[in-house]
């Protein structure tokens, strides 16, 4: 499976550019990377949501990207993701993107036709039993009942996979995209055991994943740090790993089949445990972030202060207004204190290294403001009702925020992930 078409280097970084001026400030981060000796590819992604929210279409992500790779030279590979796309939305990607993130969360928990699951207990009835894994001392006891459970929870899904996967290839043929798939917009984490097995579903499907996007334990809250147990966070992602290599050995799948971190911006206490499997299994991850550059273009314009900082003023005050119905479509990745949310008079008070210090993620900053930085993620359709006013900003901006852009992405994403270095 996965023949000599596009293939996804080890190790990627996901961008999201919502208002599509930051692209080449993004590249930057990746030329960096490169001056420093690592290759990390750059993939730009944006969701249906996102471009309906901007009221962007796809081909925009695509000339920002092809303007970017242009303007500095960039000759390694560089993809563009349709994030999260189901049957219903993958149409408007087909022309731009070469990487389909499909997005199978919904149909987790629905139960698949008995025929189908009674199949997958049989065909992968070797899978009961001990399972040693690559690099791991305690085996893996697989029970039938493992298969069938796991098949019952996630088959539908799965074979749902396999019919947006079929959509794209018949438009694009297989050497021209990379698919993943996607899990992680669900209620519950996979375990290590489960991924493994839904590997095999997903092999037995036909679908030649680069990467996946599981569920991990923890909160993965945008924009701000991980929240949960990091040992077992470590511990789980060196069995998914070692899931995958296994899958990748016996089940046939392509063999640079690699994590994808979902709302992997800002998680810095995980950044150690991820680097360190890496170098542990001799493998990639591939690092989505999102909403983090859009943060930026708000630093940028609040730190020369004048007109910048006035309009990252009133966007904070509409987000606050509307703080309800910006963050409903979140709930369950933000946790936003209000008692922690400064009043809109307040902030307009503000020096720009006040606004600027209570937004920039620094951890360890006392002037660090997680509730107000989590609102302001959400807040992009505030910027986006804006139109015009907020983009002629962003332009005469430009200078200030591509240096916050490429430094954020690159000092304290890029190094810590793919060079180990600590910010
Ligand atoms: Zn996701």
Redo the contacts with the bound molecule.
Sequence with gaps: MGGSGLRLNKYSVGTGDRFAHQAKAQLQACVLALNAGVEVIPVWNKSNREHNIIGSEPSSVRAAADAAVRALNWTLPYFLDAD?ITIETVGRFLASCDFYTIDVADFIGQEAAQNDIDQFVRRRANLAGRIELPGIAEPFEITQNDLRQTAQKFLAAIKKAGQVYRTILAAKGEVNFIPEV?M??TDRAQSSLELLIILAAIADEGIPIQTI?PKFSGRFNKGVDYVGDLPQFHREFVLDVASIQYAVTHFGLPSNLKLSV??GSDKFSIYPAIHSTMKQFNVGVHL?TAGTTWLEELIGLAEPGGDGLALAKEIYSEAFSHREELCAPYATVIDINPARLPSPAEVNAWTSDQYTSALRHVPGNKAYNSSLRQLLHVGFKVAAKMGPRYLSLLESNEAVIARNVTENLYNRHIAPVFLGLNS
């Design positions: 999260h996607s992680d917009e996007a979902h709302s989505k």
